[in-house]
């Protein structure tokens, strides 16, 4: 009887030893969560007196205002590096723009005939080497460009001469065909001497400087 109150005391206690170990766990909270509490109440925002809202607002519309000045000065960099490799003239788009000429042109394309080529020197191994020369008349620069022209029924070699305006860039100051072949003649495209030559340099005589090259 002894022996059976002693194992019946010794299960009794062990079973209200496990049943308050649980709720003593649950009770007590954990430094871990009060830590994260501790944080959350330090990050909380504080309200801004009106004049630290001044100085906030003062600095953001500076910042702004800077990133504007950032933008427009790349804006312009972007533009003037993109002018001087689209907008400068070249042998190349002399050519094309002078061929686009002659093909649009009544009398040049009725007396070249059909399917107008231009080609740069004969001589040359590919035969797409533009003869150009720049030149130099009382500080304006100048741009001639030679090229043959071909069609079906003749061909023969056009000149092309540019001038660069100080006000308004480059100009055509003519187009010319010499026929090569008989009967001789020359095929004016375009000409506006009278307008190119008189606008900056009125005193200059180009007779001699058109004559070397044959226009």
């Not at 907008?87 to 070249?112: D, N, Q, W």
Request: proline share 4%; hydrophobic share 35%.
């Amino acid at each position: 009887l002894s022996l059976s109150l002693s194992l019946r005391y010794i299960g009794t206690t062990h079973i209200r030893h496990d049943n308050k170990t649980p709720s003593l766990r649950r009770d007590k909270p954990s430094d871990e969560a009060i830590s994260v509490f501790d944080e959350l109440r330090r990050e909380q925002p504080r309200a801004l007196t009106p004049a630290q809202k001044v100085v906030e607002n003062t600095q953001t519309t500076f910042y702004v205002f800077i990133m504007i000045g950032a933008a427009a000065g790349l804006l312009y960099i972007l533009y003037t590096v993109a002018s001087e490799f689209l907008f400068r003239v070249s042998p190349t788009s002399v050519f094309k723009m002078a061929l686009k000429k002659i093909k649009s042109h009544e009398r040049a394309s009725g007396v070249l005939g059909d399917n107008i080529k231009g080609y740069g020197d004969t001589h040359s191994r590919t035969g797409k080497s533009l003869q150009f020369q720049p030149y130099e008349v009382a500080g304006t620069d100048y741009l001639r460009v030679v090229f043959h022209v071909s069609g079906s029924k003749r061909q023969g070699v056009c000149h092309v001469d540019m001038k660069k305006s100080a006000r308004d860039g480059w100009k055509v100051r003519y187009v010319v065909v010499n026929l090569e072949g008989f009967p001789p003649g020359k095929i004016t495209v375009e000409d506006n001497r009278h307008e190119t030559d008189s606008e900056e340099l009125p005193d200059i005589d180009y007779s001699e400087i058109d004559k070397e090259f044959k226009a």
